[in-house]
Nanobody, 126 residues
Framework: QVQLVESGGGSVQAGGSMLLSCVDA????????MGWFRQIPGKEREGVAA???????YYADSVKGRFIVSAADTNATVYLHMYNLKPEDTGMYFC????????????????????WSQGTQLTVSS
């Protein structure tokens, strides 16, 4: 049963923007952190942004000032607004959810997400 339904992605030129959305179709947890991750070929998976049900957010240094994470629908839907995209943002993007209204400890994103979306490809051309 698919629990996280992700949409968005595709191709965009450098400097453009893109919106990804992720719906927790199963309303899995009463409180949670929902994170956005990307997998770039040849690199380790990177957590880029996250938001918990209290509205606290996390951003990787590589996307601060360019990406915004937000939630709606009583936190069942999370968005990743991406602006000023760069070719190095190209990769497969995933959302993930885990219980507990916390996403990071002292600036380090939690790493125990167990439910993941199917992923969507973002390609930024120069």
């Amino acid at each position: 049963q698919v629990q996280l339904v992700e949409s968005g992605g595709g191709s965009v030129q450098a400097g453009g923007s893109m919106l990804l959305s992720c719906v927790d179709a199963g309303h899995t947890y009463s409180t949670h952190c929902m994170g956005w991750f990307r997998q770039i070929p040849g690199k380790e998976r990177e957590g880029v942004a996250a938001i918990d049900t209290d509205g606290s957010t996390y951003y990787a240094d590589s996307v601060k000032g360019r990406f915004i994470v937000s939630a709606a629908d009583t936190n069942a839907t999370v968005y990743l607004h991406m602006y000023n995209l760069k070719p190095e943002d190209t990769g497969m993007y995933f959302c993930a959810i885990e219980g507990g209204s916390w996403c990071h400890i002292r600036g380090t994103l939690r790493d125990n997400f167990e439910i993941w979306s199917q992923g969507t490809q973002l390609t930024v051309s120069s």
